[in-house]
């Protein structure tokens, strides 16, 4: 099974900050990645497909990018709604593995 | 506009059955694979089980192979969970997933919970 190791569990950023959210995959695939927004009690919410595709309607301030074994999301200017648990999960293989998640508060 | 909507959760004893069912809508069933993934209280994402197209192909978890089934019926837009032998870590929000662009709709979810 690929692992998907996220980091950080959780960060507190300010509104307008960059935030940066790494998954690293315990063997090396391309590509087949997706991250996810999921606010309390609500399900989640498809952000980012195949590693840097936005999906319809997902602000431009969301961006995703590969290198190696390593996935990043990042959100280039915080605002206010963000504030949410974020998931990255490999579709590459059987079974799709799912990051710890990574929890965004406010500072 | 497409639709997920889950149904079939509710309170079972450890070692009942549950069918969970996911109607679809908005889009052509028929030509996406779909995915169930569940969600336990306070807990991270963890996908279960995939169907494609056509049903050729089906895979499960470690944790869930043998006891749950996957199925769809095309005719009825809808995809199925067959849960059998439930345990008390089966408790969870459970949502099904359709494969577009990615994994990229999600339903609302349905609660599961097995207690005695």
Known sequence: DIQMTQSPSSLSASVGDKVTITCRASQGFSRW?????????????SLIYE?????SGVPSRFSGSESGTDFTLTISSLQPEDFATYYCQQYNTYPRTFGQGTKVEIK | EVQLVES???LVQPGESLRL?????????????M????QAPGKGLEWISYISSGSSSIYYADSVKGRFTISRDDAKNSVYLQMNSLRDEDTAVYY?????????????????????
Do not use: I, M
């Not at chain 2, 995915?35 to 569940?38: E, K």
């Not at chain 2, 099904?96 to 005695?116: E, I």
């Open chain 1, 33 to 45: 990645l997706a991250w996810y927004q999921q606010k309390p009690e609500k399900a989640p919410k």
């Open chain 1, 51 to 55: 590693a840097s595709n936005l999906q």
């Open chain 2, 8 to 10: 079939g959760g509710g």
């Open chain 2, 21 to 33: 069912s996911c109607a679809a809508s908005g889009f052509a069933f028929s030509g996406h694979s």
């Open chain 2, 35 to 38: 995915n169930w993934v569940r």
């Open chain 2, 96 to 116: 099904c997933v359709r494969d577009g662009s990615g994994p990229d709709y999600w339903g609302q979810g349905t609660l599961v919970t097995v207690s005695s």
